[in-house]
């Protein structure tokens, strides 16, 4: 039972021109979500993250977007540059748990053309 | 100086094997988690240490063992190693066990010939 779902395993766009990454959520549960990028051979770094009393959250170039009652978020990128082409992974938690546990979803690798 | 470190990067062995992956972090940090990701790339969470007590433990079979000698460390046991444990395991660390961020180690390949 995956709770956390990114249904495009690739993404490519042009330099300069937006990045949307896409993610969907099914425990009404979660509260807290978070972006993380992954380069090959290095682990997950954490890039933005949003709760879930706002529907915005922005930090430079990356936005993330939160729409509770279509239980989904997505990441803008923009301008996208060749240094994003990465694995970016959705993962969401429930306050509640106090255990710091994460929900990952399968990730999304998305390729930047110069 | 990295913030969450493993040793070793790559480890390959035999099944039926007993194998370590040693994680430090420097970050002052109370909450140390396993996650591993395995072929189809999911992250999946395996343990969780809060302060040296282990407060998460996902259906793992007791082949792993963590163990927590302080805060700043979290090591993971494997015995008996079998084919299907081939995977990336991944420490990591957090300021505690709420809603916070994840800092990652960069992962160990451990392969299971």
């Known amino acids: 039972d995956q709770q956390v779902k990114q249904n495009s395993p690739s993404l490519s766009v042009q330099e300069g021109r937006i990045s949307i990454l896409n993610c969907d959520y099914t425990?009404?549960?979660?509260?807290?979500f978070l972006w993380y990028k992954k380069y090959p051979a290095e682990g997950p770094t954490f890039l933005i993250s949003?709760?879930?009393?706002?529907d915005k959250n922005e930090d430079g170039r990356f936005t993330v977007f939160l729409n509770k009652s279509a239980k989904h978020l997505s990441l803008h990128i923009v301008p996208s540059q060749p240094g994003d082409s990465a694995v970016y992974f959705c993962?969401?938690?429930?306050?509640?748990?106090?255990?710091?546990?994460?929900?990952f979803g399968q990730g999304t690798t998305l390729q930047v053309k110069p | 100086d990295t913030a969450v470190s493993q040793t070793p990067k790559y480890l390959v062995t035999q099944m039926g094997n007993d194998k370590s992956i040693k994680c430090e972090q420097n970050?002052?940090?109370?909450?140390m988690y396993w996650y591993k990701q395995d072929s189809k790339k999911f992250l999946k969470i395996m343990f969780s240490?809060?302060?040296?007590?282990?407060?998460i433990n996902e259906t793992v079979p007791n082949r792993f063992s963590p163990k927590s000698p302080d805060k700043a460390h979290l090591n993971l046991h494997i015995n008996s190693l079998e084919l299907g444990d081939s995977a990336v395991y991944f420490c990591?660390?957090?300021?505690?066990?709420?809603?916070?961020?994840?800092?990652f180690g960069s992962g160990t390949q451990l392969s299971v010939l």
């Open positions: 990591a660390s957090s300021h505690n066990a709420g809603r916070e961020k994840l800092f």
């Open positions: 425990n009404s549960m979660f509260d807290y």
């Open positions: 949003i709760s879930s009393i706002k």
């Open positions: 993962a969401a938690s429930h306050g509640s748990s106090n255990t710091g546990k994460l929900i």
């Open positions: 970050l002052g940090h109370d909450t």
């Open positions: 240490y809060n302060n040296k007590e282990l407060i």
